[in-house]
């Protein structure tokens, strides 16, 4: 078998790898850790993987030809998932994205008290005497006043060294009534510990002094499972389809993780055996992956998950570097993980007496009505449309990507860091849509008129185009919107509206009542209220009511790594919250397809 060289030019510099012939190039990018845009993983489907060949340019394949422009595909580029390698190649991979704006802040008033399950404790202990002949276990346990103590195999054949080197005066961590580390003199104010939000689309990780409860530091970044498709059946399916496919993206996230966590204690000059405790939130796909435990059950009906319960392991049985816990935080089902337990956690409604909703809207769409009373919960299909996924020039929020859409401006865009428009992300694409219902662009079907049909000025009837792929409208440059992105909003939307409706249904009250909307998750944080309400993603009735949380689930996860409290609420909200699988509901095809209109 032939092996040849390609030379892959992204981000300014050249790097050679090296791939055998009948390799997918695609899949020969995501194993060297090139990234590259694939929200379908693979399949042609969303037209983004794009590359341009300086040598070795195949002729275009059908789905270069569905998704590209004549100008692109003369210019050298095509989809590198439709690209075999039969020869040397050199290529360059353009410029979108990799840097994409991660959401890491929430509400900082976390309403704890700082208690957590770690205790880092000084003890000048008694020297051991022929009239003292307690062990060492025991003798710490006595010093820390608790009733049981146990320590793994490895820290027993260390600690007796570490107590006699020291006089017995030592520093000992304690986990839950484990001995996780020893240390000679006073360490006692070197305790940290790991807040995790993992998101489908992106990542962060708080590092936490555990002993004042101040966050000292943060490092975000896109999910490194991202390359292997964009939603959570995109990566079960990798994970059925492919030899290793859990263990890959298992892999891709512990090793990020793993990562974040020595760049966080490098770049605080700490050390990572001072690290307790990780506690880590996600969607249950998500969790599934990173315990590397099946999830293909969770893509079929009846959604079963293998866990939802509070799972503690082991660092080291992770590959994480800590001798502490990973706290693995409960969740409710299939498609309502512990990032909305946390979330429900952190913004207080299962404390209210009034009702309240919580809506996460990212690369997924959960939500959750209730009060003190009772809660219940629901995970709609509403896609990647949000975050720029399916749309055809839709990217994540990156330098350049156009986030705000205002037709009665002369430059109608506005784009993030002001730089040149190279794609749109979540918040521009809402209003985009949103500005075709206000000047009569799209019916209320979504319909795009013709430029004849409109009554509006040329400036913006010559930006409607037709293509054979169907109408459009021109930003800026190549950068359009077209009917099928529209379609691709509309369903989103519809889906999301109609969860909520089903929802506050099954709590027996109308949007009247909710006195409060709780709007989380990165695209929730950043989108135009005003247009969320103008195309109907959010009940009109619920103008006035809104309030942004930022990340509610990086926040929850904060909480219950500072707080023995925090941890039993968030068990008690995951026993209690009532799931409703809206697939099983005779109701929500109809109340789907009412909600198609604009």
Known sequence: MRTFQITVKKDGGPRVIYANEGDNLLKVMIKEGIYVQTPCGGKGICGKCKVIFHKGAKEPANTDIKHLSEDEISRGMRLACGVIVDEPMDIEVPTVASAINVLTTGSEDMDIQVSPFVIKKYLNLTPPSIHDQRSDIRRIQDGLGITSLSARSKLMREMHDVLIKSDYKVTVSVYKGELLNIEAGDASDKSYGIAVDIGTTTVASYLIDLTSGKVIDVESGVNAQRPYGADVISRINYTIQQKDGLTTLRDAIVNQLGGMLIKLCERNNMETKHVYNVTVVGNTTMTHLFLGVPCESIAVSPYIPVVTDLVEVPGREMNMPIDGYVSVLPGVASYVGSDITAGILACGMHKSEKYSLLLDLGTNGEMAVGNKDGIVSCATAAGPAFEGATIKWGIGGVKGAVSKIDLSQDKIYSTIGDAKPIGICGSG???????????????????????????????????????????????????????????????????????????????????????????????????NIESALNIGLLPKELAGKVKSIGNSAGTGSKMCLLSESAIGELEKISNSTKYVELSGRPDFEGLFVDSMVF
């Open 429 to 527: 694409v809402l209003d985009a849509v949103s500005e075709f219902v206000k000047y009569e662009i799209i019916n209320k079907t979504g319909r795009m008129y013709k430029p004849e049909e409109l009554d509006l000025p040329d400036s913006l009837k010559n930006r409607i185009t037709t293509t054979d792929s169907g109408k459009q409208f021109t930003i800026e440059g190549d950068v359009v919107f077209t009917q099928k992105d529209v379609r691709e909003v509309q369903l989103a939307k519809a889906a999301v509206s109609a969860g909520m409706k089903i929802l506050v249904k099954e709590a027996g009250i109308e949007f009247k009542d909710v006195e409060t909307i709780y709007v989380a998750g990165g695209f929730g944080n950043f989108m």
